[in-house]
């Protein structure tokens, strides 16, 4: 518990130091660690060692969402027709 105390105490300073809540500055890490577990796994799939459907059950979002990434970082996946 003192490991959860400090992170608390940390953001609390951080907080005071800039002007951010702290609301504000956890989602900010949220951001950040999601986005570091994409590109995690963004190299993983470019190799072809993992698949969507494992990424986005590790990720918890939908294969729309990642679609939507791949495209958003420009890269290339296989895009199936609608009919």
Known sequence: ????KD?????????NESNLTELQIVQKLEKHYF???VNEN???Y???KKKVSEITKDLKISP???Y?????????????KKE
């Open 1 to 4: 518990m003192s490991n959860l």
């Open 7 to 15: 992170i608390k105490s940390e953001i609390e300073k951080y907080a």
């Open 35 to 37: 986005d570091k577990k």
């Open 42 to 44: 963004l190299k993983l």
């Open 46 to 48: 470019k190799k072809g």
């Open 64 to 66: 729309r969402k990642f």
């Open 68 to 80: 939507a990434i791949l495209e958003k970082k420009k890269i290339e996946h296989k895009k199936y």
